[in-house]
């Protein structure tokens, strides 16, 4: 489907009007498409979408007592606010595009403990350090400017109490060359400007996941300072490399350099770069066999018929191979399989 944009010669001066007029006419042409479009052929399906994303993208690693208040940058109709809204005491959707919020208000009205705000790029009506959890999924990949998603970097650390976690997703690839940024092919960050960016706000960066991928999560943590209310209702669980399983993913890959198996589990190398021989080997396959490829290597199993279809017709209708390699390396089931289940559960003001 064609990504439809407006044609007002004031968007061209105000990203956070760009923002505003596509998305509002992306939400009259078809909101669940543009919100998942891998998700939204039916009713049924968005909406269960919604609960599988928050347990295996944004919650991933992350646990959350029923007294948490949290909020989501870029809630779109409340897809993920809904599940969420049955976890926590309250959560706050925020959305530039005000029809995004009209529909999404009318689609969970009964939900009594979700709060809806239009932003212009802040989270307003939200005090200082009274929340647990920020988050943001498949948003800030979409955003034309940096200094807009700086802007909400910065809202997130002054509304999150000392030890509050923030858990978002970049487009972690490099640059486009020759295309700017607009409102559907956002800004890519690589992870050391993230890093850069989010510690003199007063953030600790805990975790990292698809560097050099579209799915680049970070978790970051607010410190605690004299006079910021500490966060008691979130802790983040340990995750890290296993080691052996690693070492299986490197001889699927065929990556022999030992070296460089150490580099990754030292956060030295991302694990995106081993998979560039892989791409290279199939480069002339045909859509299918290079996703059955991809599959074997990354989650050692033959793809189901689901997903061989779906990847396989993404590439037909002309998106890049990498793709697959993205989505697998950020998927819940490589990550279980390849990361280390929780073992501590510690409280994230650091304290025992």
């Known amino acids: 489907m064609r990504v439809p944009y407006t044609r ?3 968007r061209l001066f105000s990203p956070e009007r760009r923002m505003r007029e596509d998305w509002d006419l992306r939400a009259r042409r078809d909101a669940r498409y543009y919100i998942d479009c891998g998700h939204a052929g039916t009713e049924e399906s968005f909406w269960s979408s919604g609960a599988e994303d928050l347990e295996s993208y944004v919650l991933r690693g992350i646990a959350l007592d029923p007294s948490a208040e949290a909020l989501e940058i870029g809630c779109g109709m409340g897809r993920l606010l809904r599940p969420l809204s049955e976890r926590v005491a309250r959560v706050t959707g925020v959305d530039i595009s005000g029809e995004m919020i009209r529909r999404g208000q009318e689609a969970l009205r009964d939900c ?5 705000l239009r932003t212009d790029g802040d989270l307003p009506d939200t005090p200082d350090a009274s929340l647990d959890l920020v988050y943001s ?3 800030f990949q979409h955003v034309p400017a940096k200094a807009a998603v700086a802007r909400y970097f910065s809202e997130a650390a002054r509304v999150l109490a000392g030890g509050g976690v923030f858990r978002f997703q970049v487009d972690g690839r490099p ?3 020759l295309l700017g940024a607009d409102t559907w092919h956002g800004v890519r960050y690589g992870a050391a400007e993230v890093r850069g960016e989010l510690g003199p706000l007063g953030f600790d960066v805990v975790d990292l996941a698809g560097e050099g991928t579209q799915f680049l999560w970070v978790t970051a943590r607010r410190r605690c300072e004299p006079g910021r209310r500490d966060a008691g209702a979130v802790r983040v669980l340990s995750r890290e490399w296993d080691a052996a399983a690693l070492d299986r993913l490197c001889d699927r890959l065929g990556v022999a350099d030992r070296g460089r198996r150490d580099a990754v589990l030292a956060g030295a190398v991302p694990l995106r770069e081993l998979a560039d021989g892989l791409l ?3 480069r002339s396959a045909s859509a299918r066999d290079y996703v059955a490829a ?3 290597a990354l989650l050692a199993r033959e793809p189901d018929a689901d997903g061989l279809a779906h990847y396989a017709g993404e590439i037909e209708r002309g998106i890049h191979r990498t793709n697959v390699l ?3 390396l950020a998927s819940a089931e490589f990550d279980a399989t390849h990361r280390s289940a ?4 510690t409280r994230t003001s650091g304290r025992p």
């Open 137 to 139: 999924h498949i948003v």
């Open 342 to 345: 929780p073992a501590d559960a």
């Open 294 to 296: 991809v599959y074997r």
């Open 280 to 282: 290279e080997r199939h």
């Open 112 to 116: 009594a403990n979700i709060r809806w």
């Open 175 to 177: 640059p486009r060359r």
């Open 8 to 10: 007002s010669v004031f």
């Open 326 to 328: 993205d989505c697998l």
